[in-house]
């Protein structure tokens, strides 16, 4: 069942325009208009208000900033750090929406396919809330209920994208971000459709159906739809309450990680796109649950193969290799010095995965400078160079390897990145690959990469 407030209404658009333009669109106007005069720019300033139009709002547009602040480049570092630090745990709908709700998408006799069901929400964020449940069998699930209204505002946000990146383009012409907003809205878009998580659900429980270090929720197809999400719920503890714990601890649920991310992607060409530190919890023997599955990029396997391949020219030094694997990506009129310009980012991300020894991520860096220098050198480089535009495909890959990072970093884990990496790599071959994504896709309901 479905309520005929889902509908992508206009009025319903043309509402959400109003609210973000106010405060997204005047900040952009002004900036424009300084930038124009020639007047001096505060940029912490703006980014302070910039945060401040976005706080009040639930939904999308959240989430948009929320990825936006984790995808090197896309946004200068003062709105970036501002955007960070938005709450993901908005607060929750009450018990009458609720009810409205789960009637819409499980009948009006919702109550009596569950043994129990909380009123007040586990969790809260930006698309929707999490409910406890218990199952007539007897076991415990999470109920995750989209808010209203979330297509029209996912398009109304979308639209007010651009000028969240017409700010970057006025203050930075180095990087071309019209692939990263045409990435970023294809899996916004994504995210409403919990069929499509409950398949990426699926994908995952069989990926990693080998491994004692990860879980998987496993979905209650009969309990679920488009936008309700029933599964059976996970016990685990927030990662940063083991910054403290064991150093055997920590590089226990460090490997984990690295497994969750590296392996999919090197034998499927999907990858967990969404880095947020609530998208995982850690058991009692310090393996990982894997929480969320909104945000899964599935990759076509030449990509795969250039990820692969520009490890390998980094790691032997050959300039032809390199240029081989950024064409593959869909890197277009590299130069000589583009070339030279993309190998010092790469350098900085693939660096730990080349070191054939027992390190952390940052190895004596601190923190806050960890990739600082990196980027900063790149950023340089590129305006003397030209405008670069990402390939599509390239975004979430980068934002998935920064987001890796930052946990490495929280957990200050010593491990050897070269021989975890070389164990996910190994015997790779694309048409190996490919038969065996197509096989596990089709089996879950996953769209094929095209």
């Not at 208000?49 to 959240?62: H, T, W």
């Not at 709700?101 to 809260?124: C, V, Y």
């Amino acid at each position: 069942m479905s309520s005929s407030r889902e509908n992508n209404n206009v009025g319903g658009r043309v509402k959400r325009y109003a609210k973000v333009s106010a405060g997204v669109g005047g900040l952009a106007v002004r900036y424009a208009g300084n930038m124009l005069l020639g007047s001096g720019q505060d940029n912490d300033r703006y980014a302070e208000e910039l945060r401040s139009a976005l706080g009040g709002l639930k939904g999308p547009i959240m989430k948009v900033a929320q990825m936006l602040a984790t995808i090197p480049d896309a946004l200068p570092e003062e709105f970036a750090s501002q955007l960070a630090e938005l709450q993901t745990n908005a607060p929750p709908m009450g018990w009458p929406f609720v009810k409205r709700r789960m009637a819409a998408e499980l009948g009006k006799d919702w109550r009596k396919k569950f043994q129990s069901f909380e009123r007040e929400a586990a969790a809260a964020a930006s698309l929707g809330q999490v409910h406890r449940a218990v199952h007539p069998d007897g076991t415990s699930l999470a109920c995750k209920l989209q808010y209203p209204d979330m297509q029209s505002a996912v398009e109304a946000d979308l639209n007010q994208l651009n000028l969240l990146f017409s700010i970057h383009r006025r203050m930075d012409q180095s990087i071309n971000t019209a692939e990263m907003a045409e990435e970023i809205g294809a899996r916004l878009r994504e995210e409403l459709d919990y069929e499509l998580e409950a398949a990426h659900m699926a994908l995952y429980r069989d990926v990693l159906a080998g491994s004692d270090l990860i879980d998987v929720p496993q979905v209650y197809g009969e309990l679920s739809t488009k936008r309700l999400l029933t599964m059976n719920w996970l016990d685990g503890q927030p990662i940063l309450q083991f910054k403290e714990a064991s150093a055997e601890a920590r590089q226990r649920i460090a490997r984990a990680m690295f497994h969750a991310w590296w392996f999919p992607f090197s034998h499927y060409g999907a990858i967990h796109g969404d880095p947020h530190l609530g998208n995982y919890s850690v058991r009692s023997d310090y393996g990982i649950n894997l929480l969320d599955f909104g945000c899964i990029r599935i990759f076509r396997p030449e990509f795969v193969q250039g990820v692969v391949s520009l490890y390998n020219a980094l790691l032997h030094k050959d300039d032809d290799l390199a240029v081989e694997a950024y064409e593959i990506w869909g890197f277009k009129n590299l130069s000589r010095e583009l070339i030279e310009t993309l190998n010092i980012w790469s350098g900085f991300i693939y660096g730990p995965l080349l070191d054939d020894r027992v390190r952390t991520i940052a190895d004596g860096v601190k923190p806050s400078d960890y990739g600082r220098k990196q980027a900063f050198e790149v950023r340089k480089r590129l305006k003397e160079l030209g405008p670069v535009t990402p390939p599509r495909e390239f975004v979430f890959m980068d934002r998935a390897a920064i987001g890796l990072g930052a946990v490495f970093l929280h957990l200050d884990a010593e491990l050897n990145f070269y021989t975890l990496f070389n164990e996910a790599i190994e015997g790779f071959d694309v048409e190996t690959l490919r038969a065996r994504q197509t096989r596990a896709l089709q089996k879950a309901g996953v769209p094929l990469p095209h």
